[in-house]
């Protein structure tokens, strides 16, 4: 009967040695829990580079192929124009407004 006692003891403890290891151990639940959220993370990361991959590749298929779009592209970007055509630069309205209020503070 005694050593019933003694068994059933050291098993109760093995249990719960085992149950809290379970869940704070560098193994257990709540480190689960962080790579689950982890990994969503990153699948969510992937899944926008891939996108942007994609994007990539149809642009340089069009540069490749596209005499229009290689046209376009330049226009935009390099504010490139053809013979007799004027082209108008506005400034950014963030800048615009922030030199303005930067000027009204000089004054007061």
């Known amino acids: 009967m005694f050593w019933k006692r003694v068994i059933l003891g050291c ?3 093995l249990n719960i ?3 809290v290891r379970m869940l ?3 193994q257990g639940f709540f480190s689960y829990r962080e790579l689950k959220s982890d990994y969503i993370t990153l699948e969510a990361q992937l899944a926008e580079v891939q996108q942007k991959n994609l994007e990539l590749s149809q ?3 069009l540069l490749q192929s596209d005499a229009d779009y290689i046209e376009r592209v330049i ?3 390099l504010n490139f124009v053809k013979d007799n055509e004027i082209l108008y630069i ?3 309205a963030t800048k615009v ?8 503070e000089g004054k007061d």
């Open 11 to 13: 098993l109760i403890t």
């Open 75 to 77: 226009r935009q970007r």
């Open 90 to 92: 506005f400034p950014d």
């Open 59 to 61: 642009e340089i298929r």
């Open 97 to 104: 407004g922030t030199a303005g209020a930067a000027q009204d």
């Open 24 to 26: 704070v151990s560098d």
């Open 17 to 19: 040695f085992l149950f």
